[in-house]
């Protein structure tokens, strides 16, 4: 079974520089590249999706420029159904800047643009793709409100909804958890949202109970190179990191996410839907760029 996914949340440009380190304050640094790539959490993720499996419908705003163009047509290039990503006058498409350094570790910084315009007025317009939907994925790179209606509406036709809370910048509404059935942070995440400073398995793992606590139902908290942790109130089991030559970790969270979520949907259980999710993810840190390094099913191993 073919799972039907909607994504509600961000297309950027990602204009990525690598560079040998990341610059101290005030210095200038000869980096080795530019490119620019289509990127953005929500984008991202609706690509990780389709690639992997799923039939698609992305939700969001770009600005009604070259890029917002750009992403549109990346995106239904790749059978993804765009007709609810809607291009904005008098704003511009969101973008990344994004630096990767000579260990394949990156830093960001993000302008919202049309993003920043996605309103719950939306999601009102195109609650057929809701309806429709057997999962909806969410993110934190949209506003907050838009954020919530989407959880709530979610939950409300009784959807699998899951929640990836990137960027994080504290503790989630408490309202919120009852609504989200897989909340997937990684470790920086997981560390804002609870105030645990997450960097072992044992961090993780209180962490992890500390969002049960909160009211969240499951958790998939990603840790790197160290791998997912589940919890829920009855069951936590770690699932080890393949170990691969990372270039590029951009869009391995979001590629994790897709993958996970399009395996869930089509009915594989948890565990599966873990593994093919890492195991994508895995795949896509031994490439360069977010969604160009995203992979397609076929080059999973079976």
Same mark, same amino acid.
């Given at each position: 079974?073919?799972?039907?996914?909607?994504?509600?949340?961000?297309?950027?440009?990602?204009?990525?520089?690598?560079?040998?380190?990341?610059?101290?304050?005030?210095?200038?640094?000869?980096?080795?590249?530019?490119?620019?790539?289509?990127?953005?959490?929500?984008? +991202?993720?609706?690509? =990780?999706?389709?690639?992997? @499996?799923? #039939? &698609?419908?992305?939700?969001?705003?770009?600005?009604?420029? $070259?890029?917002?163009?750009?992403?549109?047509?990346?995106?239904?290039?790749?059978?993804?159904?765009?007709?609810?990503?809607?291009a904005l006058e008098g704003v511009s498409t969101g973008i990344a800047s994004i630096l990767v350094d000579d260990n394949g570790q990156n830093c960001i910084v993000i302008v919202a643009g049309g993003n920043g315009e996605l309103s719950s007025e939306h999601l009102t317009r195109y609650d057929a793709a809701f309806q429709?939907?057997?999962?909806?994925?969410?993110?934190?790179?949209?506003?907050?409100?838009?954020?919530?209606?989407?959880?709530?509406?979610?939950?409300?036709?009784?959807?699998?909804?899951?929640?990836?809370?990137?960027?994080?910048?504290?503790?989630?509404?408490?309202?919120?958890?009852?609504?989200?059935?897989?909340?997937?942070? +990684?470790?920086?995440? =997981?560390?804002?949202?609870? @105030?645990? #400073? &997450?960097?072992?398995?044992?961090?993780?793992?209180?962490? $992890?109970?500390?969002?049960?606590?909160?009211?969240?139902?499951?958790?998939?908290?990603?840790?790197?190179?160290?791998?997912?942790?589940?919890?829920?109130?009855?069951?936590?089991?770690?699932?080890?990191?393949?170990?691969?030559?990372?270039?590029?970790?951009?869009?391995?969270?979001?590629?994790?996410?897709?993958?996970?979520?399009?395996?869930?949907?089509?009915?594989?259980?948890?565990?599966?839907?873990?593994?093919?999710?890492?195991?994508?993810?895995?795949?896509?840190?031994?490439?360069?760029?977010?969604?160009?390094?995203?992979?397609?099913?076929?080059?999973?191993?079976?």
């Amino acid at each position: 079974m073919q799972a039907k996914i909607v994504v509600v949340g961000s297309l950027n440009m990602d204009l990525v520089v690598r560079t040998p380190r990341v610059p101290v304050g005030g210095e200038t640094l000869a980096g080795h590249s530019f490119v620019t790539a289509p990127g953005g959490k929500g984008a +991202n993720q609706a690509v =990780a999706c389709a690639r992997l @499996g799923a #039939q &698609v419908t992305m939700i969001g705003c770009v600005g009604h420029d $070259a890029y917002g163009e750009i992403l549109r047509s990346g995106l239904e290039s790749e059978g993804i159904d765009c007709s609810s990503v809607e291009a904005l006058e008098g704003v511009s498409t969101g973008i990344a800047s994004i630096l990767v350094d000579d260990n394949g570790q990156n830093c960001i910084v993000i302008v919202a643009g049309g993003n920043g315009e996605l309103s719950s007025e939306h999601l009102t317009r195109y609650d057929a793709a809701f309806q429709a939907a057997d999962v909806i994925i969410a993110q934190l790179e949209v506003p907050v409100a838009t954020v919530e209606k989407t959880l709530t509406r979610g939950h409300e036709l009784g959807k699998t909804v899951l929640l990836n809370p990137a960027p994080a910048v504290g503790p989630l509404p408490a309202h919120w958890y009852g609504n989200v059935d897989y909340l997937i942070p +990684n470790e920086s995440e =997981a560390s804002l949202l609870t @105030g645990i #400073q &997450v960097d072992s398995l044992e961090t993780a793992a209180e962490a $992890a109970q500390a969002l049960l606590d909160a009211g969240a139902k499951r958790i998939l908290l990603t840790l790197g190179s160290q791998g997912v942790l589940y919890k829920d109130a009855q069951r936590q089991q770690h699932f080890p990191a393949q170990v691969v030559q990372a270039v590029d970790t951009t869009a391995a969270g979001d590629t994790f996410v897709g993958g996970f979520a399009a395996a869930l949907g089509e009915g594989l259980s948890l565990d599966e839907a873990v593994r093919l999710g890492q195991q994508a993810a895995a795949l896509s840190v031994t490439r360069a760029g977010a969604q160009p390094s995203i992979p397609y099913r076929r080059e999973l191993k079976s």
